[in-house]
C-alpha cells in the first residue's frame, strides 16, 4: 500500500493568495483527519471527516480555512487568503474505522510545510 | 479543560534506558496513545493503551495508571535512531484525540 498521499510536500506563497492541500487517504480507510503543526502549538487537529461527511470542524482556526472530502479517495484542505501566521506542516491522517473507535491507530502522510511570506 | 503533560527535552545515553512520562487531564478516557516523530517525517504509532497495565513490544514499553491519569513510555537499549519526538495523545470521552506537545529525545553516543 502507498500509504497516505499528500500533495504538495512544500509550498511557498505570498500573503494574500488561495492554497490549497491535497490528500489521498489509504484505500478503504473510513476517516480522515486533517492536523496542523507548529513549533509554538504542537499537534491541532483541524477537521475530520467519516466515510466523507465532515465530523467536528471545531478546530479549524477561521473562516479562511475550508475543507471538503468528495469522494472516498480525495479531500482538500484550502486556505484563502493565506497569512504569515499560518505557516506551519500539515498532515492529513486516515484510520480503517469510524473516527471515534477506542484504539485505532492513525496513518499519517508526509505532510505539507507551508510558508507563507 | 483537557490537558496533558509531558517533559519539552530529555537526553539519554547510546544503550541506556529511557522512561518519558505524561500525565493527562481530559473530559474522560477511551485510552492512550504513544507516537513517535523523526525531525521533519510524519508521527508514527508506538503503542495505545485502555487497560492499567505494562504493555511491552520489543524495546519499547509502555505503562498506563488510569486512576493516577498517567503514562510512561519506557525505551530500552537506546540506539542513535530512536533520537526523536515522542507524541502523547488521549481519547477523550468524545473520542477525540487530544494531543500532548511531545517530548523531544536526545540520544548521546
Known amino acids: 500500500d502507498a500509504g497516505v498521499i499528500q500533495s504538495p510536500r512544500h509550498e511557498v506563497t505570498e500573503m494574500g493568495q488561495e492554497v490549497t492541500l491535497r490528500c489521498k487517504p489509504i484505500?478503504?480507510?473510513?476517516?480522515l483527519f486533517w492536523y496542523r503543526q507548529t513549533m509554538m502549538r504542537g499537534l491541532e487537529l483541524l477537521i475530520y471527516?467519516?466515510?466523507?461527511?465532515?465530523?467536528?470542524d471545531s478546530g479549524m482556526p477561521e473562516d479562511r480555512f475550508s475543507a471538503k472530502m468528495p469522494n472516498a479517495s480525495f479531500s482538500t484542505l484550502k486556505i484563502q487568503p493565506s497569512e504569515p501566521r499560518d505557516s506551519a506542516v500539515y498532515f492529513c491522517a486516515s484510520t480503517p474505522k469510524d473516527a471515534g473507535s477506542p484504539g485505532d491507530e492513525q496513518f499519517f502522510g508526509p505532510g505539507t510545510r507551508l510558508t507563507v511570506l | 479543560g483537557q490537558n496533558i503533560d509531558q517533559p519539552t527535552e530529555m537526553t539519554a545515553t547510546e544503550g541506556a534506558i529511557v522512561q518519558i512520562n505524561c500525565t493527562y487531564q481530559?473530559?474522560?478516557?477511551?485510552?492512550l496513545f504513544w507516537y513517535q516523530q523523526h525531525a521533519g517525517e510524519a508521527p508514527t504509532f508506538l503503542s495505545y493503551?485502555?487497560l492499567d497495565g505494562l504493555e511491552e513490544k520489543g524495546r519499547f514499553s509502555s505503562f498506563l495508571s488510569r486512576s493516577k491519569g498517567y503514562s510512561y513510555l519506557l525505551l530500552k537499549e537506546l540506539q542513535m535512531k530512536d533520537s526523536a519526538s515522542y507524541l502523547c495523545a488521549v481519547v477523550d470521552s468524545n473520542y477525540q484525540l487530544i494531543w500532548g506537545a511531545g517530548t523531544k529525545l536526545i540520544i548521546k553516543p
Open positions: 484505500s478503504g480507510h473510513n476517516s
Open positions: 493503551n485502555v
Open positions: 471527516f467519516n466515510n466523507n461527511v465532515p465530523i467536528d
Open positions: 481530559t473530559s474522560g478516557f477511551n485510552g
